[in-house]
């Protein structure tokens, strides 16, 4: 015989033997799990810190609401890293924090626009890691809540979104 032929031989034959040989017939399972025995990946923080966080939360909380008698916009901020979400609230003409930016707000009001009620407001951003000018804003313009894509704001790791202008 040809070795050709006893290669195709021997090919036939592994194809049509019983596969019993090579496999068993033993179905393993892993145990299951208990979710409530699973402990958190992140590190846990003592009770001092949480009071201290708690208290400086309550804190802000009465001020905000102080703030809230007197003109203010209303801000969505937006940080693409941790992809976290803050409602800021900002008195005209203060400036306000939302990570490494500045923000201010000089004008704020509505417009009616096509029978609708629109919020505009004129705003002064300032990124503070960006010390070589620092009469330079990253953004100086209007911003409208109807369609934020018109607002040229444009920053590597936050957002700002316009939701509303109150007391105005």
């Known amino acids: ?3 050709g032929n006893k290669l195709f031989f021997l090919l036939i ?6 596969n019993k040989i090579i496999t068993e017939e033993k179905i393993t399972s892993t145990p299951l799990i208990n979710l409530n025995q ?4 992140f590190e846990e923080q003592d009770g001092k810190n949480e009071n ?3 208290k400086k939360a309550l804190q802000k909380k009465v001020n905000k609401n102080v703030s809230l008698k007197t003109p203010h916009a209303v801000l969505m901020g937006l940080d693409k890293i941790t992809a976290k979400s803050s409602k ?12 490494s930016l500045e923000i201010k707000i000089l004008k704020c009001g509505k417009i009616k626009e096509n029978n609708k009620l629109n919020d505009v407001a ?3 951003v300032k990124d503070l890691t960006k010390t070589e000018n620092e009469k330079v804003f990253i953004f100086n313009g209007w911003t409208f809540s109807s369609d934020p ?7 590597a790791i936050y957002d700002l979104q316009l939701i509303n202008c109150n007391n105005v």
């Open 1 to 3: 015989m040809k070795l």
């Open 122 to 124: 004129y705003m002064q």
């Open 38 to 41: 699973i402990k958190p990946s």
């Open 88 to 99: 800021i609230i900002i008195n005209l003409n203060e400036i306000e924090s939302f990570g």
């Open 13 to 18: 034959l592994f194809l049509f033997t019983p």
């Open 52 to 54: 201290l966080i708690k």
């Open 149 to 155: 894509s018109i607002t040229p704001f444009d920053h």
